[in-house]
Every structure is written in C-alpha cells, then in structure tokens.
C-alpha cells in the first residue's frame, strides 16, 4: 500500500508560521529556566517604592560587580557565583535544546510541539549531530542585530527552501515531521531526488545514457538514414479534365496544329455510348451546321473509344449532355443546359 500524500507536499518546507511560533517556545522555556534560577540564587529585598528599587540597582550595577534585577519595588541581587550559575544553566539549555536534541532525534523542544524536523536536503533523513552543530554554531549570524533574530527570519522568508545561514551551510530543511525519509523535491534547491517515492507523484530520472521511452500515443521517429515511406492519399473516383492530357518530358514539346486530330479523351468511369436521340433547339442553333452533322458509324466508335466526339456533338452518359472536340480552342467542350451554350468540361 503507497503512503498518504501529505497536503504539504508541494513545499515541504513551507513551514515558516510553525518555525516561528516554536523558536518563541524555545525562548520562553529558555527565559523561564533564568527566571528560576534567578529565584533560587539571589537575594531578594523590598523597597518602599519603584522609585527608590530602581535607583539601589543603578548604584550596585555601577559600583560594583553584583547584578542587580529590580521588578516594581522588588530588587534581586545575584553575586559573581550567582552570576556563573545563571550562565551555566542557559549554556546547557542552550547545548542540550539547540544541539544535542536535534542531533539525535531532529527536533528542538519547541519543534518538537509544533511537529518540525531538521533533516538533509538530499535525503530527507535526520540531519544528524555534525549538521546541527554548524546549524547551532551559526547562530550567532542568524541571530543579528541579536536582540531580534532578523536575520534568520528574513533569509528563511525570501530564500527557496526557506534556510537560514545555518541551513545553507550544513545543507538542511525544517519540514513536517511526516517527511522524515520520504524525499520530495524542493523548488530552486537541486533536482529530483533519485529515491523521490512513486506515492508524491515523482518518477526517479532514467539512468546515465538511456533515453526515455516516447509519450504514450505517440510514435518515435525514424531512425536517422532511413526514408520514411510517403503517405499516399487516396484520389477521389474522378476528376473533369481540363484539357489534353500532358506528358512531362525533358524538352518542350511544339503547340498541336489546329487541323491535327484532337488528342484521346481521358477514359470516364463508365464507357461512353451513342445514342440516337435528337439534339435540343437551343444545341441545333448554337451549331452554325448542324444540319450537316453525319452520325456516327457505331463501329468506327467500338474500333476507335479514343476519338469519340471528333465528327460532331456525341451523348455523353456519364455527364447526362453532349460533348464534342473543339479544333480552334483544342479543348473538348459541352452543352450546357442553363446557359443554352458550348462550354469548356473544365468549368
């Protein structure tokens, strides 16, 4: 069974908000953590008023070399010993929850509330003890102007994958704590990771010097060298002649004479056939001699198809009108009904 796409998938370090609110728990168990041992080191003294606790810390914290935290009229006084005990807790909290935590397990304390894990770019493992201690190392440039960390803020906002300097340098991400091993590609960090799962939509690329197979549906090119077949389309079953057949040779031919006999009418789907029926009107007055018109010996027509036409007007059965050979246009004509005339077949 494929694991559950997360919604997140798509930038899986799309997690700045999440970041942000667990850097805040991280600080405030940090200040709590001061705040106890301030309490159990130093000396606490009431004044009579604010006034008066405010002005006793500015005297001890310029002559002497006691801190001095004053609240309202409550004044905590913590000597050089206090003062050592009060760095030596921040300094393991800060070891233990800025390395240690996220070198074996991934997260930091306030990461681990909001659900975030520090893991490599590459792999999307935990990012192990080296990487965390560069990452904690680093700080000390992310932290800048340091009473705000801005600068980490600010890289982590505007940079793809959303690191920091100490992101960038030991070549991590914060994702969600469901990513951890399941690599998934980052936009502007790198390429496809080649162990990315099927389950996020991501298939691993092919390997060196294989090419990948063709899109579905469409056919691979012919190898190169080898002519492809022309396609042949096919022609419609027949097409009016306009004109004499010509045949393509390599030196012109002279113009036909106007008394040489007509050249061979193209062959019609069916065999054309005489037939003795009177011509039209509107045919016998378009023919200045029509009333010289011989017919045609029909078997002069079986012993010659190809001449048919060249004595006079002949009934063309597959065109339903009369055609005939035209010696001064050397074009092959025919009796057009609704213009009461001889027209060119081609038209």
Not at 185 to 197: C, D, E, K, M
Not at 243 to 249: D, K, L, R, Y
Request: charged share 15%; aromatic share 8%; net charge negative.
């Amino acid at each position: 069974m494929q694991p559950q796409i997360p919604p997140f998938a798509d930038d899986p370090t799309a997690v700045m908000g999440r970041r942000t609110l667990a850097f805040v728990i991280d600080a405030l168990i940090g200040t709590a953590l001061i705040f106890v041992t301030v309490l159990a080191t130093f000396t606490t003294t009431e004044f009579a008023s604010t006034l008066a606790a405010e002005d006793i810390c500015t005297q001890m914290d310029f002559f002497t070399n006691n801190v001095c935290i004053n609240s309202g009229s409550t004044v905590w006084v913590g000597e050089s010993d206090d003062v050592g005990m009060l760095m030596l807790v921040w300094g393991v909290y800060v070891l233990v929850n800025t390395l240690l935590l996220p070198g074996f397990t991934g997260w930091s304390l306030g990461k681990l509330v909001m659900g975030l894990r520090v893991v490599k770019q590459d792999t999307f493992e935990r990012a192990g003890m080296g990487a965390n201690i560069g990452r904690g190392v680093l700080w000390v440039l992310d932290a800048f102007p340091w009473f705000l960390p801005l600068a980490g803020l600010i890289l982590g906002l505007a940079t793809p994958g959303h690191r920091r300097i100490g992101d960038l340098a030991a070549k991590t991400f914060v994702v969600d704590k469901s990513l951890v091993g399941h690599p998934t590609p980052v936009r502007g960090v790198g390429s496809v990771p080649a162990s990315a799962p099927a389950a996020f939509g991501i298939a691993p690329p092919p390997p060196t010097g294989i090419a990948p197979p063709p899109p579905t549906g469409i056919a691979p090119p012919p190898p190169t060298g080898i002519a492809q077949a022309p396609l042949t389309t096919p022609l419609p079953p027949f097409a009016a002649p306009t004109g004499p057949p010509v045949v393509a040779s390599p030196t012109p031919t002279p113009p036909m004479p106007a008394s040489a006999p007509p050249p061979a009418f193209p062959p019609i789907p069916s065999e054309p056939e005489s037939i003795d029926q009177p011509l039209p009107d509107e045919m016998e007055s378009a023919l200045p001699e029509a009333d010289q018109i011989e017919s045609v010996d029909s078997e002069a027509v079986d012993s010659e198809p190809q001449q048919l036409g060249t004595d006079g007007p002949q009934w063309d059965q597959a065109r339903d009108t009369y055609i005939q050979w035209d010696p001064e246009l050397s074009e092959w004509m025919e009796w057009s009904e609704s213009e009461s005339r001889w027209i060119p077949i081609s038209r």
